[in-house]
């Protein structure tokens, strides 16, 4: 027993607690500042002490020396997170946000991933309305004529935009369809302005969504969040009044695939 009361035990384990997050301060500046002295203060940590964890960090390869002199990740550190990224599960991370968002706005939700020139339907949760939608979990649809498929054609260049209607075409699927580029174009512009996209009929009959992009680590938008319902109860003004909801969770996940909102 020591003279504040606690076990050596107790002593022992607080100390390895501190040491770990202090050498977690350090990896995690690391990754972001290469200089020695901005890792410093951004860990708020003595110079000794942050240069002796650097140090251990080197010798483990979790990070290495830039020939000028600057911190990098190294490559222990970069097996580590290609490991990490091939067992991520999309679907088991958005789940419980996209059952949260359907509580809220009750309707259905769907999560789907770029697929090609095509959307893939990873989650479908349904709220407790009678009505089932059409889509189903595996299910591809064209790219164009899906919510989720503009908020990703949103984030491409418009040369990557020509390049994609010349590629797969803008199959008509309903009435509604956008079918040629400038009206794609159009549509995609205001995508980008508002950030999240509509589909106003254009994939199914009465069916309507707002959808908002998710971002992986990188940046990328691989993915996005939909809110669907059908035109018996809902105007597309109705549910673009639901764009707001869309965006918090595309967004939660995102944060949650490893992307830092800034």
Known sequence: MSADGLTIDEETTGAATNASEKTLLVLEAAFVHSRFTDIVEATGLAKATTHRILATLQARQFVVVSADGGYLPGPRILSLAGNALERIDISAIARPHVER????????????????????????????????????????????????????????????????????????????????????????????????????????PGVICVAAPVRDHTGTVKYGVSISSITLEHTVEQIEAFADEAIATADAISEALGYTMR
Not at 109 to 115: I, L, P, T
Not at 183 to 194: G, K, S, T, Y
């Open 101 to 204: 968002l359907v509580e809220t706005v009750r309707c259905t939700v769907h999560v789907g991933a770029a697929n090609g020139d095509e959307i893939l339907y990873l989650v479908r949760t349904d709220s407790d309305k009678p009505y089932r939608m059409p889509s189903r979990v595996g299910h591809s649809i064209p790219m164009h004529s899906a919510g989720i498929g503009k908020v990703v054609l949103a984030s491409y260049t418009d040369e990557e935009l020509e390049r994609f209607v010349g590629r797969a075409g803008l199959r008509r699927q309903t009435e509604h369809t956008l079918t040629t580029l400038p009206e794609l174009q159009a549509e995609i512009d205001q995508v980008r302005a508002r950030g999240y996209a509509l589909d106003r009929e254009e994939n199914v």
